[in-house]
């Protein structure tokens, strides 16, 4: 399983930014995994920032992100993004996408997350 992360950089503050993964090398079909966006900032561990279950449909944001972020998965191009809008200098942080091909609950366990990929950098200033 690869997830290759694309389009970060860098935005001002209230700026917006997407985000993409693309996913390659799956044992099932897209339906039968979730997904999941996660971040690290310098100094800080990672954090849970939006978990989607394609085959309920449920999605999940972190506090911090709520109401900004947009997770969504397109089945047919395997590609998972995130959409990310009124920035703000806190959401700075290497960007990482990743799958688990079991439920997770609760959400952003990330050792249910078997697959990861490299990260991408977004900057907020």
């Known amino acids: 399983v690869q997830l290759v992360e694309s389009g970060g950089g860098s935005v001002q503050a209230g700026g917006s930014l997407r985000v993409s993964c693309l996913v390659s090398?799956?044992?099932?079909?897209?339906?039968?995994?979730?997904f999941g966006w996660f971040r690290q900032a310098p100094g800080k561990e990672r954090e849970g920032v939006a978990q989607?279950?394609?085959?309920?449909?449920?999605?999940y944001y972190g506090p911090s992100v709520k109401d900004r972020f947009t997770i969504a998965l397109d089945n047919k191009q395997n590609i998972l993004t995130l959409q990310m809008w009124n920035l703000k200098p806190d959401d700075t942080a290497i960007y990482f996408c990743?799958?688990?091909?079991?439920?997770?609950?609760?959400?952003?366990?990330?050792?249910?997350?078997?697959?990861w990929g490299q990260g991408t950098q977004v900057t907020v200033s």
């Open positions: 989607i279950s394609p085959a309920g449909g449920s999605k």
């Open positions: 090398g799956l044992t099932y079909t897209m339906s039968e995994y979730r």
């Open positions: 990743a799958s688990a091909p079991t439920s997770v609950w609760p959400p952003f366990d990330q050792k249910r997350f078997l697959y």
